[in-house]
């Protein structure tokens, strides 16, 4: 039962840094998931692979999965330059625009 420990990625269909400051504890998966043949839905017996544990650090993870005697391992995210443009969104509004509302 081996648990990963990382902190997640923020979502790339937005801008936003929501639930990417938390870290997480997630179980591997123990067994393949199956395709059940009638309705097509997949499913697994592994009932650790639904747990998820957030935690305010790394630190706090670490200390849990040790004190419970979960092996783990961590994952460092990769830290990005954040693109962030002169303006943003409000500028689409501004009214001393120099170009013509387009849409």
Known sequence: MLARIYQPARN???????????WVLEFSPQEPRQID????????????SQIRLMFDSKDAAVDYASSNGI????????????????????????????????H
């Open 12 to 22: 790339a269909m937005t801008s936003g840094q929501a639930k990417t400051k938390n």
């Open 71 to 102: 092996p783990y391992t961590i994952v460092d995210p990769k830290n990005r330059k954040q693109n962030v443009r002169s303006g943003g969104y409000g500028d689409n509004f501004a009214t001393n625009r120099r170009a013509v509302w387009t």
């Open 37 to 48: 043949p009638l309705m097509g839905w997949t499913s697994s017996s592994d009932m650790n």
